[in-house]
């Protein structure tokens, strides 16, 4: 039963390679479509692209890293605009449905909970285990999608518009949307080293954003790990995250020291702390199999 379980978690967690490994025949039809009447240099230059986007993000998926996580999370919704402009150009109503709707379900397939965790362990060592949390609300909601969004738009629109023979608008296209392609890489590259790491001897909340340096807590000074209650007065490192939060109790008073702007901090006494794993229910699993009371 055990053995059977794991391996339809493996499974589970292969679904979003297997599924980008099909967009050659899904998406790909749609695009090559939707370019046949276009002119060579646009048609050459727009199924170069395509392919060397899709092998690229296919051996993201196979590496999991913190950075591929990255490069998943932007390269795979951007098939879903790729499907959405080539279906506006394509007349073939079966490769249309095929192409946008296998779009859509890799985009779900790369931002399940349990993918992201499986990238960001993929640097565990040893007996580590590591879980993302939650990305802030307003990242969420607004900040990330449109950083998203002009990282990808900057990677693809100069090379288009030389493609296509605009020169001039190409030429200053492309080093402009190279330059906030980097920087929006980085900037959402933050979000994979928001993590919880348990270790051989405790528990470890690495986010530089509400703590300057990653904080090891010993199994010795925790006094439990479980659900927050509405009026908890824990100090709240969620970064406004939303969905559940995790209340980690400590087993006496703890100076720690916390992030309150760009470059100042200030040391404060605490007896518990919020986080907002992205897998609350795995994150309490884990605790308890290594010896941490779940209260």
Known sequence: MIDALRDRKRLFALA???????????LGALIGDAVNAADDPFRTAASIGAWAW?????????VTRPFTLTIVRLAVPAALLAAVWAALESSDGT????????????????????????FVDGVSYGNERRFLLRPPGPVL???????????????AAGPLLLADERWVVGLIATPVGFGCA??????????TRRFLVFVPNGFVIHDTTVMPEPVLFTTRELAGLGPAVADTRAKDLTAQALGLALE??????????????????????????????SRPAAVM???LERGIPIA
């Open 16 to 26: 979003p390679l297997m599924v980008w490994a099909s967009m050659p025949f899904t």
């Open 54 to 62: 899709w092998f690229g993000s296919l051996i993201a998926l196979a």
């Open 95 to 118: 490769l249309t449905v095929v192409g946008v709707v296998t779009a859509g379900v890799a985009v779900i397939s790369v931002f399940m909970p349990g993918i992201g965790d499986r």
């Open 141 to 155: 909601l607004v900040a990330g999608p449109l950083t998203g969004l002009a990282t990808v738009v900057g990677i």
């Open 182 to 191: 980097y920087f929006g890489f980085r900037t959402l590259n933050q979000l």
């Open 248 to 277: 980690l109790k400590l087993a006496e008073p703890t100076e720690l020291t916390f992030v309150t702007g760009r470059a100042s901090s200030e040391d404060q006494t605490v007896r518990s702390l919020l986080i907002s794993a």
């Open 285 to 287: 699993t884990v605790a």
